[in-house]
């Protein structure tokens, strides 16, 4: 039975497309088909020796590193994220990692990982906030995945200051010990896939990671839905 009361509302508030403010007919969540199927994916997950792979060697030990689009200032994922940071649509953040986990399901990337892990937000942001982004994500990876996720054990036990000013040894320096383990045995002999929302810097994802491998015979792989690099 078709839900008469929300027709007769959006006829008032439809439901827009977050990136280019259309319309969105019946099937369509958040985003339009169009818009959907332009956003720049970087296919990163099938490459190998991929440039974010590359922008992290050397700094920490890691399996694989992908990301779903490029981040382009702009761009069409640049409205998906401000929406899913600044809009309280945390629905997105789950409708991306679905998104996300259909893109990967089937490949080498997610074979083997045994836990999705969100980069934490520390608990005054994410009372602001009103939920934590990466987990909303992670929420949609593991929906599409049955990957289970563990929000838990990863914690962040300092508010860095915004980070925007500050200069990339700046930025590495304030998120440098600012995460913990709730316990050292849960993430042992597992292979993380830490899910962040967009590679920038790298800073916050390499000192998750250093902490996480904290746990013995730990493996790590790091995915966001989007790259700046
Ligand atoms: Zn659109």
Redesign the pocket.
């Known amino acids: 039975m078709r839900n008469i009361f929300r027709d007769f509302l959006s006829l008032f508030f439809p439901d827009l ?1 977050v ?2 403010g ?1 319309r969105l007919i019946e099937g369509e969540q958040h ?2 088909t ?2 959907l199927s332009s956003l720049p994916r970087t296919n990163f997950h099938l490459q190998p020796d991929n440039r974010l792979e590359q922008f992290f060697a050397g700094r920490i030990p890691f399996e694989h590193i992908a990301a779903f689009a490029y981040f382009i200032k702009g761009g069409s994922l640049q409205h998906i994220i401000h929406e899913l940071k600044y809009k309280r649509n945390a629905g997105i953040g789950n409708f991306m990692g679905i998104l996300c986990g259909e893109n990967l399901k089937g490949s080498d990337f997610i074979k083997s990982i045994d836990i999705l892990v969100p980069v934490p937000l520390h608990p005054k942001r994410q009372k602001q906030r009103g939920y934590n982004q990466s987990l909303k994500v992670c929420e949609g990876l593991s929906e599409a995945t049955g990957i289970p996720v563990d929000s838990k054990t990863l914690i962040r036990t300092v508010n860095n200051p915004s980070q925007t000013k500050n200069s990339r040894f700046d930025r590495w320096k304030n998120v440098e010990n600012i995460f913990s383990l709730s316990d050292r045995d849960t993430f042992g002999n597992k292979h993380i896939l830490l899910v962040d929302d967009v590679i920038t810097t790298g800073s916050t994802l390499e000192s998750c990671a250093k902490e996480i491998l904290k746990s013995e015979g730990c493996k790590i792989s790091i995915y966001a839905v989007g790259t700046a690099n």
Do not use: L, P, T, Y
Request: charged residues 25%; aromatic residues 0%.
């Open positions: 497309c990136v280019c259309d985003i339009c169009e818009c």
